[in-house]
């Protein structure tokens, strides 16, 4: 499975972006797909996740619910970080993340970058 993530930038704070994370190759094993983030100097952190199932349940992160929507795109394997009233504080690299047959898999990351 691979991953490439697209849509970071720069925003204002109260602006909005969109992740995008494309996945390729067996991508009938995946069983769910999630966003992390990573701030410098900190530890990286799991933002929301979208479970494959019927109901495609998802989680999020206290500090991004009712900002931040993850959604998936089953017709060309893609899934999507909508992230509203950014914050500076939500500056960091975003990754992609997929588990697929116990394993992880990892995008390249994508900077978001939100200035007061």
């Known amino acids: 499975v691979q991953l490439v993530e697209s849509g970071g930038g720069l925003v204002q704070a109260g602006g909005s972006l969109r992740l995008s994370c494309a996945a390729s190759?067996?991508?009938?094993?995946?069983?769910?797909m999630a966003w992390y983030r990573q701030a410098p100097g900190k530890q990286r952190d799991l933002v929301a996740r979208i479970n494959f199932d019927s109901d495609s349940t998802t989680y999020y992160a206290d500090s991004v619910k009712g900002r931040f929507t993850i959604s998936r795109d089953n017709g060309n394997d893609t899934m999507y970080l909508q992230m509203n009233n950014l914050e500076p504080e939500d500056t960091a690299i975003y990754y992609c993340n997929g588990r697929a047959r116990s394993r992880n898999y990892w995008g390249q990351g994508t900077q978001v970058t939100v200035s007061s």
């Open positions: 190759g067996n991508t009938i094993v995946i069983i769910y």
